[in-house]
């Protein structure tokens, strides 16, 4: 168990904290000569069940005990029954309660120092202090740190307390919060902090966001002992290698899974103001943000408002100056920009926020989803929203989900997840059965607006289907109402089972007239020009009906105003495949012999094949592709 102590300055912290464990945690030089903290302190006790983050209780080093609060399972916050509460102790308890940390105990030290009367009213003014707060109705324990009053009965609490605390859950990518860095002679650059989630193995490869350092680890200590692993909940020591040197780290970096890396500028969260601030929040304020252990200036977007009243929470965007590392889930102060009082805390929602309509009713209903811990009905929310299918793999790294975990979510929801080149898209099954039917609904349209075209080419049909669909989720569909003989394929084009192009009763008539003469040479019918000569018909007017009755699948464009008839490719495509089917690949000359004429029109022949993908070409020589058929040139 990790115990974060609080409380205002020279009320003892330090002090206690030796008494419980022996250790100082006053480490500087100027903490020795000034007598008091100035910055985080650790120490163990127990073997390195109880973990103590000793934090300074100046007002000017509230950022320095913020940066070791977070992480933290247990708050010990401290009273000299001498003085009693003073401003940092409402501070830090302030902090505390907007932390949502639930477990605590209250020592009440110094009391060797006082008279019994005056250790009954400290006690009356703690119980009112902590009236409607996270740590109401915590225990108190009356202490004298140097002469040993009441140090074993709290020892014992935390030792029954730490047995009592669930285990932090270790699923999710390692995430570990520096708030500390040094070299030690002959081990390297060691890093120290609170792991808030995942594991962490020696050997193991990792990340410093958000830099984006690549590093391993050469060694862990876990609350104070070598060790081979750790996770979270524990305080961690990580000895790393990498190609970076001690300046290139600092506090409130992050040591994630590499998978984890995602510096942001910007995310969403639900803010709370605490009852007992002076002041309201107000939109577009600009702030200190205390995030893990950083501290980083930025400003506050309210979303639902123009201004946050002490005691109220609202949805809001923060918007940082430089990039950190934050995912679902993680609490985080606000101080003003003159770093001297907090101003409310709360917790992330989503680290990747749009960038328009955050306002939007459908916008906010998500981000209140998202404050649930099933993560389901804000992913269905989600998915209900966007046809087009919504990011799984960003879904999944904010709530830092594990693969087994995200790939049961998908399982447990009936989503269609479609791999893609920059990630796993999701649909739910009723947007799968909508977007089936608008493809269909596509191509019946197509088909009524132009009868005499085959079908519909698979980008046109994509674009008249949902624009926004991807190509990996086009195909998909496309291949599923293959199967299911819902739709059908002829050559490259796309159209419903039941349709037949139709040449309209002018073209057709035209048609009848000019077919014999492409069929009375079949591998070497006349080009456009020729036709038009022979017959005295406008020259485009034979171009312009050779593209129609090519769209209803009669003749093909072997090359530049040459079409063959559909009957000659047919023949042509069982030619090729026999040659392959014997020699192993196609080649112009041996075509030639097999069809008679010149060397060019078997060359544009073969090419034709490679342009509409029946066969490859390799080389000077023209491979079948695998799986095709002059079956399919049959129409």
């Given amino acids: ?60 080093l509230v950022h320095n005990m913020l940066a070791g609060a977070t992480g933290i399972d247990f708050v010990l916050l401290v009273v000299a029954a001498d003085d ?25 030290t110094k009391v060797d120092a006082v008279a019994p009367e005056r250790r009954a009213a400290a006690r009356a003014e703690i119980a009112a202090l902590l009236a409607g707060s996270a740590l109401e109705g915590a225990p108190v324990f009356e202490l004298s740190a140097t002469q040993g009053e009441g140090v074993a009965a709290l020892q014992q609490h935390l030792l029954s307390e730490a047995s009592q605390l669930a285990a932090r859950a270790t699923a999710g990518g390692f995430r570990h919060a520096i708030d500390r860095c040094f070299t030690l002679q002959g081990v390297g650059l060691v890093v120290t902090g609170t792991a808030f989630s995942g594991k962490i193995s020696v050997g193991d490869a990792v990340t410093i966001t958000p830099p984006g350092l690549t590093a391993r680890v050469r060694g862990i200590h876990a609350q104070d002992r070598n060790a081979q692993s750790g996770g979270a909940g524990e305080r961690l020591a990580l000895n790393l290698a ?23 500028t910007r995310f969403h969260v639900r803010l709370r103001v605490p009852g007992s601030a002076d002041a309201p929040i107000k939109h577009w304020m600009p702030v200190h943000v205390h995030l893990g252990a950083s501290d980083i200036l930025g400003r506050v977007a309210l979303l639902e408002g123009e201004v946050l009243a002490p005691g109220e929470a609202m949805l809001a965007e923060i918007i940082l100056e430089k990039p950190a590392g934050a995912l679902w889930g993680d609490h985080f102060i606000l101080r003003d920009q003159s770093a001297t009082r907090t101003l409310g805390g709360g917790r992330v929602l989503d680290i990747f926020p749009p960038t328009r309509h955050k306002r939007a009713a459908e916008r906010l209903e998500y981000l209140r989803l998202l404050e649930q811990a099933d993560p389901q009905p804000a992913l269905a929310h989600a998915l209900a929203r966007q046809l087009a299918g919504a990011n799984l793999d960003r879904y999944a790294l904010n709530r830092n989900l594990a693969t087994d975990e995200a790939q049961a979510l998908w399982r447990d929801m009936g989503l269609v997840v479609i791999e893609e080149a920059g990630g796993r898209s999701g649909f739910s099954p009723e947007n799968w059965q909508a977007l089936r039917q608008r493809l269909l609904d596509a191509a019946r349209t197509e088909h009524a607006r132009a009868p005499d075209m085959i079908g519909v080419e698979r980008d046109r049909l994509r674009r008249l289907a949902l624009p926004t669909l991807s190509r990996a989720a086009f195909d998909r569909l496309t291949f599923e109402l293959l199967a299911a003989d819902e739709l059908a394929q002829s050559g490259s084009w796309l159209h419903l089972p039941e349709h037949r192009a139709a040449l309209a009763a002018t073209d057709a008539d035209l048609w009848r007239t000019l077919k014999p003469l492409l069929e009375a040479e079949p591998y070497g019918p006349p080009r456009v020009r020729d036709i038009a000569r022979a017959t ?13 009755v090519a769209r209803v699948g009669q003749t093909y464009p072997v090359a530049h105003d040459h079409y063959f008839a559909a009957t000659a490719v047919a023949d042509l495509a069982g030619r090729v495949a026999r040659l392959c089917a014997r020699d192993g690949t196609a080649r112009a000359a041996a075509l030639r012999d097999e069809i008679g004429g010149g060397r060019k029109v078997a060359i544009h022949i073969l090419e034709f094949f490679d342009r509409v993908g029946y066969t490859r070409r390799v080389r000077d020589e023209h491979a079948l592709r695998g799986g095709e058929s002059e079956r399919q040139w049959v129409l």
Wanted: a negative charge; one cysteine or more.
């Fill in 1 to 60: 168990m990790i115990i974060g102590t609080a409380g205002h300055i020279d009320h003892g912290k330090t002090t206690l904290v030796k008494a419980l464990t022996g250790v100082d945690c006053d480490r500087l030089k100027e903490e020795k000569a000034r007598g008091i903290t100035l910055d985080l302190g650790y120490a163990y006790a127990d073997a390195g069940r109880l973990g103590f983050v000793d934090v300074p209780g100046h007002e000017r």
């Fill in 84 to 108: 009693g509460p003073m401003p940092q102790t409402r501070e830090h308890l302030a902090i505390v309660d907007l932390l949502d940390l639930k477990h605590g105990a209250v020592a009440l």
């Fill in 242 to 264: 990498g190609d970076f040197g001690k300046e290139d780290l600092a506090r409130g970096m992050w040591v994630v899974d590499p998978v984890l890396h995602a510096p942001i």
């Fill in 536 to 548: 005295g018909i406008a020259e485009e007017t034979v171009r312009g009906l050779m593209k129609r």
